[in-house]
């Protein structure tokens, strides 16, 4: 009895101290003060439903809410780390054909009026194209394609009813690419003066300028947000924007804009700085076949052989960087292929020479030699993550009888110029809104997708594509998913070059921030961050 007692005070004493803790720790965060952030450029809308660039995404996630979030405490996004956002839980009927969700009371817009079940049908009528009004862009729909109907059980239920399973369907819905629009709001007033229910309100645009956001002193979270504010500066100079953080003037750096190279310049003038590292953007060529002479597949086939991955890899990131297909490598990336697996693809084995000898033969096949070079040009965006691997590509070209020279398009309308399928070759860098086989696949390779730059269209494949994403047991899909990924590159859908290392940065007394390191579209609510000055 004496060793019992002893034992429950010793549980009451370590509660209260447990309790003390937490309570200091709660009282930690400071309210008050504006995040100061560099941006690269203006977005090209405030409406992220239309947009495929973090550009819009990154400033304006705090505005927004999902039914359902990837944890922002969270490093590594998956399906073991979606907490509540506008729902409160959710549960799937026996064969993950239904998946229902319970929906938060009480939550309004940034206007006053109250979020309901129809904001969800809505946004999903809109993401469907099944509304009257319309998006001018819809970048994402394939993700939506195995969606049926979403059905409302009352203000405060909702249903989504897939057309066949799909276990890893919240992965769509908790990334960042998938707020909750409103039903009041139009799409068009979206692109200008968004209006959300999340933590921070739209103030202003300033083109080339700045964005500016507020607190929402109503948020229904209480205690979020901890910031006044957030003030996104405009530069498009990169050494500008990083000089600009050295001196102090900047809180944190943009999404994914400190290259391995740039990190090291900025630790050695700045070793205070905290850097987190993470998966950038993927290096892919993009080569239009529906354009003559690139509809022949043997010039397609030798542009893709001619690629020295490695010399990209050591040029640009001093070996940083890493050589995957359309999938996120590993560890960063659940589904990339692992590297013994992908030397057996065709145009990744490291014999250089070899595959430029098979390059050379497949072009003079198609009419091209020393004394007759093909000239083109290779478009890319204005932006140096760009356009510093377009020069490499170009001058890797030249081995294989092509002359090309540097187009540069203006950044807020290069997905506009790829998606119109404006080009011939171009240089481009593609992020995936989560990291699953179900966004990356039916976005970027399925026939007539708005992000299908190519114009690539294998119905086969297609078909593995949906295979894929009905399986449960995740190692054998994990397997499929490999055989997938090692047909889209020897089919050149979308040869890839190399996938980013970068790194985010932000002074130390930035606190509550956590970069997710397979996603640059996941942690940008900003709800949980904090000034300690």
């Not at 995957?324 to 013994?340: D, K, N, R």
């Not at 890797?396 to 506009?416: C, E, F, P, R, V």
């Amino acid at each position: 009895m004496k060793r019992n007692l002893k034992a429950m005070t010793a549980i009451v004493l370590l509660t209260a101290v447990t309790l003390g803790l937490g309570a200091q720790a709660a009282l930690a965060q400071k309210s008050g003060g504006i995040l100061k952030v560099y941006s690269r450029s203006t977005p090209p809308s405030g409406s992220i439903l239309e947009e495929a660039t973090f550009d819009t995404l990154t400033p304006y996630m705090g505005v927004m809410n999902n039914l359902i979030m990837f944890d922002q405490s969270k490093p590594k996004d998956s399906l073991d780390t979606i907490v509540p956002d506008l729902a409160t839980s959710w549960a799937w009927n026996g064969d993950k054909t239904k998946l229902t969700f319970k929906l938060r009371e009480g939550v309004k817009w940034h206007d006053g009026k109250p979020f309901t079940a129809k904001d969800v049908i809505c946004t999903f009528d809109l993401l469907q194209g099944k509304a009257k009004a319309k998006l001018r862009k819809n970048p994402r729909k394939p993700w939506f394609d195995n969606l049926d109907s979403v059905s409302m059980n009352g203000d405060f239920e909702v249903t989504f009813n897939l057309k066949r399973a799909q276990p890893a369907f919240p992965m769509l819905l908790a990334t960042g690419y998938t707020p909750i629009y409103s039903c009041h709001v139009s799409p068009r007033d979206m692109r200008t003066q968004p209006i959300g229910t999340g933590p921070f309100k739209f103030v202003a645009l300033k083109l080339n300028e700045s964005i500016k956001f507020e607190k929402n002193e109503n948020y229904w979270k209480k205690g979020r947000p901890y910031l006044d504010g957030i003030e996104y500066t405009i530069i498009k100079s990169r050494s500008t924007r990083v000089l600009g953080l050295i001196a102090g003037k900047f809180d944190m750096s943009f999404n994914n804009d400190i290259t391995v190279p740039l990190h090291a310049d900025l630790m050695s003038q700045a070793p205070h700085m905290i850097c987190e590292r993470i998966a950038g953007a993927a290096i892919n060529l993009l080569i239009n076949k529906d354009k003559p002479p690139f509809d022949n597949p043997k010039i397609r086939q030798a542009m893709v052989l001619t690629l020295d991955r490695k010399a990209f890899v050591d040029i640009i990131s001093k070996g940083e960087n890493k050589i995957g297909g359309a999938m996120m490598p590993p560890p960063q990336g659940s589904w990339g292929m692992p590297l013994e697996y992908l030397k057996t693809v065709a145009g990744y084995s490291p014999d250089v020479k070899a595959n430029r000898e098979k390059a050379r033969a497949l072009m003079r096949e198609a009419g091209y030699g020393p004394d007759k070079r093909l000239k083109m040009e290779v478009a890319t965006r204005n932006v140096a993550t760009y356009r510093d691997p377009a020069v490499i590509l170009i001058d890797q070209l030249k081995d294989i009888y092509i002359d090309a020279t540097l187009k540069t398009i203006d950044n807020s309308i290069w997905h506009a110029t790829v998606a119109r399928k404006d080009y011939s070759v171009g240089l481009n860098a593609t992020a995936v809104g989560t990291d699953d086989p179900d966004a990356n696949f039916f976005e970027n390779y399925s026939c007539g997708s708005q992000r299908n730059y190519t114009g690539y269209c294998n119905p086969e494949l297609e078909k593995l594509f949906v295979k894929q994403s009905m399986m449960s047991d995740q190692a054998a899909r994990k397997k499929l998913v490999w055989e997938i990924d090692k047909k889209l590159q020897e089919d050149a859908a979308r040869p890839f070059v190399y996938h980013l290392q970068s790194y985010n940065c932000h002074q130390p007394y930035v606190k509550g921030y956590v970069s997710h390191v397979n996603s640059l579209y996941d942690g940008w609510r900003m709800e949980d961050v904090w000034l300690d000055k």
